[in-house]
């Protein structure tokens, strides 16, 4: 397949498969693309005048979709370069289709402050490649106990508020963070987390800790947290975000709060939906995570989750660690995987080819839904609509990929999927109509 890396004032992609869940397209068709926006898309996208002197794509009839958008990722910059920095996060990005992320805020220093809210922008418009949203903290330092500037890092950039890898424990500190953020209408993402029942665990509390002797994190840990954070975004009308859910009664607890009308969201992960807490049994540290990998039903719970329109989107967690980070004992090794480049193949593979959700669906999670949920689809994100960002990612479904360090863009290379060969092979991404990614 020809395709050139060259920027063009305008674009036609011809002999393409559209499915872009907003507009209810799922169709052979062509998408041309004019000064970075989408000018025209459907089967009249080739007879547009504006196709004059365009250059011409031929897609060889694969898949073109949204350019996927990732709520959660970890790029550890500023900080801990040695394990990812905006750069190398940003190629592993685009390598895996996506063309925007939201960046968690546990960096060193965190980002409570404008100015390091405008360093990590200044970081990724040097590297130039895919969208970065940055996240700023919920409490100054991450301490849990004074609420950070939400007025000032919103006007800086920052498009929700989380201090993901902690819980906040005082229930008077959240309910304080979902009422002010009622107000400027942008999410809290909370990562759920009752410290004191986790105590020292460090993988899923159940027969498999009770076989190993390892200390486990009952799901209780999450579910308490859930449902204390629900009934205060029902008293508040704070719109909350669910990072990373991984038990069944967590889903059980959303759909119920969306049933009821409550301004709730959730993403999963595909590690929490591909893998069990058997596999701790290895004693690989690959598996360790945070939440820890549940029981298999727990893993039907995600997949019936995903199905019935509970969940809003697929998030990685991109959490890069270095060698001698995870290449150590279990109970002191650190928690995290990394999941840019695997996301979507892992989906196309135990969701969509297995039939647990169409391919629609699919790219919804992975555009349409997180867009919604982050307010970005007010930036035309998440959908090609005429006039939208050209933001795209074209796709082989049938081209397999393998996962070895050849495969992985991230400077870390902590995957649970390491040797696994999986459809879905990212031919291009590009971002705005400039091509930013060329397997």
Sequence with gaps: MDMSTEVSMSLLVKNVRIVDPIQK?????????????????????ETDPRTSGAEILDGQGKLLVPGLIDLHVHFREPGQTAKETIESGSRAAVAGGFTSVCAMANTKPVNDSVAVTELMKSKALAANLCRYF??????????????????NLMTAGCVAFSDDGKSIMNAAIMRRALKYTSWLDVPIVAHEEDTNLMGKGYMNEGETSARLGCIGIPASAEEVMVARDIMLAEYTGGHLHLAHLSTKGSLRLVREA????????????????????????????????????RSQADV?????????????????????????DKECELPIAAFGVIGLETALPLTLELLVNKKVITLNRAIELFS????KTFR???????????????????????????????????????????GMTLPGKVLGTW??????WEA
Aim: charge should be negative; aromatic fraction near 6%.
């Design 25 to 45: 397209l799922d169709e052979s068709s062509s998408l041309l693309v004019v000064d970075g926006k989408v000018a025209s898309i459907g089967k009249g996208a």
């Design 134 to 151: 940055p996240l700023g903290t919920v409490t100054k330092g991450m301490e849990g106990e004074e609420l950070a500037d939400y007025g």
């Design 258 to 293: 969306k049933a009821n009308g409550i301004r709730v969201t959730c993403e999963v992960t595909p590690h929490h939906f591909a893998l069990t807490d058997k596999e701790l049994m290895k004693f690989d540290s690959d598996y360790k995570m945070n939440p820890p990998l």
């Design 300 to 324: 039907e719970a995600i997949l019936e989750a995903l199905a019935d329109g509970t969940v809003d989107a697929i998030a990685t967690d991109h959490a890069p660690h270095s060698w001698d």
């Design 368 to 371: 349409s839904g997180p867009a």
């Design 376 to 418: 970005l689809d007010r930036k035309g994100l998440g959908s090609l609509a005429a006039g939208n960002p050209a933001d795209f990612t074209l796709v082989d479904l049938d081209a397999k990929i393998t996962v070895d360090r050849a495969f992985i863009q991230s400077k870390s290379f902590n995957s649970p999927f390491k």
């Design 431 to 436: 971002v705005e109509g400039r091509r930013v």
